[in-house]
């Protein structure tokens, strides 16, 4: 897109995206087999088309080859895919790349692996806009920190100047978003763009998105399994399941009268039962905690009590301390200040320094199970090595162990030789639950374990660590900014805001009314399934400023 003419006459409505009869193989248990069957898309300048289903619907797969891309493993194998006049299908590697981050963008779901570790933030944000000859460096570094202003990141002018890792994951995924907004694409595929970030800074975020869609009549997919996103941000609704549409219409219609059973299901309001009769006997304090990174100090006097058997839920925005205070629990991050104590005793403040059963009973389950596994060993290896190290476990003991565990996490020991490539997200957590299990915790910290997934396996999850705690006796601490899983796996809720605890208490007084001016924030911010609630917001802010 040219971006030297400001106000170029407007094409919106201009049909941009044709994709007929597409079909798409993927292999897998040592065959080709089909997980796009013969899905038809239609898209125009201007316009969002939301994409929504369960775990291995075919979602992203669609999403890739609407760029004219297959991932490692898939091929498109029928039907034909024009973007612009140009068959994306028929043209060669050289073309698309001349397409892919300068008309067409792609924003993943994992910023983490979206980046290059030893480059600079605003060196990676302005990369493509640069080799393509859309702007001269100088312009394309100014753009960048307007980008990166409009995606409320902080200190705008600064941030570009770090490295992937010395910044949050929301903040890394927002500024992955302004990299593919830096060349103002015609085409955006939005994959679960949001999944990583707390409320506020979605709805930051979305209202970014949504803005440079009309200023500029880009065309954009949203994949997405969060179904209050997807109405505020699309213009018409499709839902894969199996790789086959279900049914597509324009999003009110879709959230208002959906036409297939299916979409029903989806669209259903889910609870979950608590545990109860459990002891308040606490097994782990974090007391009065300081904590820095380098020089900056992020973690202010932070207390937190973990009763027995119980779920405390942590919740803030990106930046707020949540997964420190978790690196401080598990010895990564030693505190300036304070300490923590498990079962009354002080922890080593180092992990070095702790003792094997000490490392044994508190273990952690992480957000991306894809980069949380490696990719090369088996569900067998991956779920035996805790119980070798731990519990000395080898041979036909560890296998039945393995086994075993595969059945409390409710899957079978054909999955034992099985690759992570292999399994479905779903899956892929399940197995990271078992491998925490395996070495008998008496506390698991959740770190965003549902976040990634969509809503139909993250009430099967959900419930499955409900079920264990109940039959185990485990200790919760769920790190997540998803208010709908605090209401429904929490018993306490600890809220915070920039490296300090601001309320924490029982989850039935965090949640009602009257709330202390940021708990109401984070509640406000919560989409609903409701195409105007965006707007509605939008308006009621600036009628407040």
Same mark, same amino acid.
């Given at each position: 897109?040219?971006?030297? /003419?400001e106000n170029p006459p407007s094409r919106k409505g201009d049909l941009i995206l044709e994709m007929?009869?597409?079909?798409? !193989? %993927?292999?897998?248990?040592?065959?080709?087999?089909?997980?796009?069957?013969?899905?038809?898309?239609?898209?125009?300048? %201007?316009?969002?088309?939301?994409?929504?289903?369960?775990?291995?619907? %075919?979602?992203?797969?669609?999403?890739?080859?609407?760029?004219?891309?297959?991932?490692?493993?898939?091929?498109?194998?029928?039907?034909? =895919?024009?973007?612009?006049? =140009?068959?994306?299908?028929?043209?060669?590697? !050289?073309?698309?790349?001349?397409?892919?981050?300068?008309?067409?963008?792609?924003?993943?779901?994992?910023?983490?692996?979206?980046?290059?570790?030893?480059?600079? +933030?605003?060196?990676?944000?302005?990369?493509?806009?640069?080799?393509?000859?859309?702007?001269?460096?100088?312009?394309?570094?100014?753009?960048?920190?307007?980008?990166?202003?409009? +995606?409320?990141?902080?200190?705008?002018? #600064?941030?570009?100047?770090?490295?992937?890792?010395?910044?949050?994951?929301?903040? +890394?995924?927002? $500024?992955?978003?302004?990299?593919?907004?830096?060349?103002?694409?015609?085409? =955006?595929?939005?994959?679960?763009?949001?999944?990583? &970030?707390?409320?506020?800074?979605?709805?930051?975020?979305?209202?970014?998105?949504?803005?440079?869609?009309?200023?500029?009549?880009?065309?954009?997919?949203? =994949?997405?399994? !969060?179904?209050?996103?997807?109405?505020?941000?699309?213009?018409?609704?499709?839902?894969?399941?199996?790789?086959?549409?279900?049914?597509?219409?324009?999003?009110?219609?879709? @959230?208002?009268?959906?036409?297939?059973?299916?979409?029903?299901?989806?669209?259903?309001?889910?609870?979950?039962?608590?545990?109860?009769?459990?002891?308040?006997?606490?097994? @782990?304090?974090?007391?009065?905690?300081?904590?820095?990174?380098? !020089?900056?100090?992020?973690?202010?006097?932070?207390?937190?009590?973990?009763?027995?058997?119980?779920?405390?839920?942590?919740?803030?925005?990106?930046?707020?301390?949540?997964?420190?205070?978790?690196?401080?629990?598990?010895?990564?991050?030693?505190?300036?200040?304070?300490?923590?104590?498990?079962?009354?005793?002080?922890?080593?403040?180092?992990?070095?320094?702790?003792?094997?059963?000490?490392?044994?009973?508190?273990?952690?389950?992480?957000?991306?199970?894809?980069?949380?596994?490696?990719?090369?060993?088996?569900?067998?290896?991956?779920?035996?090595?805790?119980?070798?190290?731990?519990?000395?476990?080898?041979?036909?003991?560890?296998?039945?162990?393995?086994?075993?565990?595969?059945?409390?996490?409710? @899957?079978?020991?054909?999955?034992?030789?099985?690759?992570?490539?292999?399994?479905?997200?779903?899956?892929?957590?399940?197995?990271?639950?078992?491998?925490? +299990?395996?070495?008998?915790?008496?506390?698991?910290?959740?770190?965003?374990?549902?976040?990634?997934?969509?809503?139909?396996?993250?009430?099967?999850?959900?419930?499955?660590?409900?079920?264990?705690?109940?039959?185990? /006796?485990?200790?919760?601490?769920?790190?997540?900014?998803?208010?709908?899983?605090?209401?429904?796996?929490?018993?306490?809720? $600890?809220?915070?805001?920039?490296?300090? $605890?601001?309320?924490?208490?029982?989850?039935? #007084?965090?949640?009602?009314?009257?709330?202390?001016?940021?708990?109401?924030? &984070?509640?406000?911010?919560?989409? #609903?399934?409701?195409?105007?609630?965006?707007?509605? &917001?939008?308006?009621?802010?600036?009628?407040?400023?």
């Amino acid at each position: 897109m040219n971006t030297e /003419n400001e106000n170029p006459p407007s094409r919106k409505g201009d049909l941009i995206l044709e994709m007929r009869n597409v079909h798409i !193989d %993927g292999f897998s248990d040592e065959r080709w087999h089909e997980i796009v069957k013969g899905v038809d898309l239609t898209l125009k300048r %201007g316009e969002v088309l939301g994409l929504i289903g369960e775990s291995g619907a %075919g979602k992203s797969t669609l999403g890739l080859a609407a760029m004219g891309f297959a991932r490692p493993g898939c091929k498109i194998t029928g039907g034909s =895919i024009m973007f612009d006049g =140009i068959d994306l299908v028929k043209a060669s590697e !050289d073309e698309k790349r001349r397409l892919w981050g300068s008309r067409i963008a792609y924003v993943a779901q994992s910023a983490a692996a979206a980046f290059n570790p030893a480059h600079r +933030l605003v060196e990676q944000t302005v990369e493509s806009t640069i080799d393509h000859g859309i702007q001269g460096e100088e312009a394309a570094m100014k753009d960048a920190v307007e980008l990166y202003r409009s +995606l409320q990141l902080p200190n705008p002018e #600064e941030i570009g100047f770090r490295y992937p890792h010395q910044v949050s994951g929301g903040q +890394l995924q927002r $500024v992955m978003t302004a990299m593919a907004m830096s060349a103002r694409p015609d085409l =955006i595929i939005f994959d679960e763009p949001t999944t990583a &970030l707390d409320v506020t800074t979605q709805v930051e975020v979305l209202k970014a998105m949504r803005d440079i869609v009309d200023k500029y009549d880009t065309a954009a997919i949203y =994949i997405t399994h !969060d179904l209050a996103v997807v109405a505020q941000m699309a213009d018409k609704i499709k839902v894969l399941r199996y790789g086959e549409e279900v049914e597509e219409a324009p999003t009110r219609q879709m @959230l208002e009268k959906p036409e297939q059973p299916y979409t029903r299901s989806l669209w259903a309001v889910r609870s979950l039962e608590k545990p109860e009769d459990i002891s308040d006997d606490i097994i @782990l304090s974090i007391r009065h905690v300081d904590a820095a990174y380098s !020089d900056v100090k992020v973690l202010h006097d932070v207390s937190i009590n973990l009763p027995r058997g119980r779920t405390v839920a942590v919740v803030g925005e990106s930046g707020s301390g949540k997964s420190t205070t978790a690196r401080v629990i598990t010895g990564l991050l030693p505190p300036l200040a304070g300490e923590v104590t498990f079962k009354g005793t002080p922890l080593p403040s180092r992990l070095k320094d702790r003792t094997k059963e000490q490392l044994q009973k508190i273990q952690m389950i992480y957000q991306m199970a894809d980069t949380a596994m490696n990719p090369r060993q088996t569900v067998e290896v991956i779920i035996g090595r805790p119980l070798t190290f731990y519990l000395g476990l080898s041979g036909r003991a560890r296998e039945k162990r393995v086994i075993e565990l595969l059945e409390m996490i409710e @899957l079978d020991e054909s999955f034992m030789d099985r690759l992570p490539g292999e399994l479905s997200g779903g899956q892929k957590q399940r197995i990271c639950i078992a491998r925490a +299990l395996a070495a008998e915790p008496e506390i698991i910290i959740c770190d965003e374990v549902t976040s990634a997934l969509d809503q139909i396996v993250q009430e099967g999850i959900l419930k499955l660590l409900l079920r264990l705690q109940k039959e185990l /006796n485990i200790s919760y601490l769920f790190i997540t900014h998803d208010i709908a899983t605090v209401r429904a796996i929490s018993d306490e809720i $600890v809220v915070m805001f920039q490296g300090k $605890v601001i309320e924490q208490g029982p989850k039935t #007084e965090v949640l009602e009314p009257p709330y202390p001016e940021y708990t109401e924030l &984070l509640l406000s911010s919560v989409p #609903e399934m409701d195409p105007d609630w965006l707007s509605n &917001l939008t308006e009621l802010e600036q009628a407040a400023k």
